[in-house]
């Protein structure tokens, strides 16, 4: 396993600092990952922070998925009060713990389902029946998957809280 350092601005292979005379050493700059999937990130931080006892959360890049996704969990209530903030950046939310959060996380890749096979889904991500809920995309916007029962709509699986 290589491991790399900025040496003057240019990439190079890791050279021991010895080795290097002193007018080449540069500070090494740290080299951030790309957020390929912003809802997973948002997913895992919030599960982190609760199994880490806090009672706030921030969460960015933000988006209107992850927009309608925190309002039917905060609807359902696993969460508390939400809060944009908007840096410039994408913006980012403030999000209130209630602690009701065992598990959370992203169903990918983003399965269809149709309005009569939701028990099929639940006996895949949930614990058991009638605990916990699943957050779909349905033509009528986000919403969990009791909703998209009710209504006789089916749609593609975001996440699962419970």
Do not use: W
């Not at 957020?35 to 948002?42: F, K």
């Not at 006892?53 to 209530?77: E, F």
Request: with cysteine.
């Amino acid at each position: 396993m290589a491991v790399y350092t900025f040496v003057d601005d240019a990439f190079e292979r890791y050279i021991p600092k010895s080795a290097l005379r002193k007018q080449e050493v540069v500070e090494a700059k740290e080299v951030k990952q790309m957020q390929m999937d912003t809802l997973a990130d948002a997913m895992s931080a919030i599960l982190n922070a609760e199994r880490t006892g806090k009672k706030t959360v921030t969460v960015k890049p933000a988006s209107k998925m992850i927009a309608n996704v925190l309002r039917t969990a905060q609807r359902a209530g696993y969460l508390g009060e939400l809060e944009f903030i908007e840096n410039h950046r994408g913006g980012m939310f403030e999000i209130q713990l209630l602690g009701r959060i065992n598990k959370c996380g992203v169903i990918k890749p983003r399965f269809p389902v149709k309005k009569d096979h939701f028990e099929d889904e639940e006996r895949k991500y949930l614990p058991a029946r009638g605990f916990g809920m699943l957050i779909l995309t349905t033509p009528e916007g986000v919403m969990t998957h009791e909703d998209a029962k009710e209504k006789a709509i089916g749609g593609r699986l975001l996440a699962y809280i419970y």
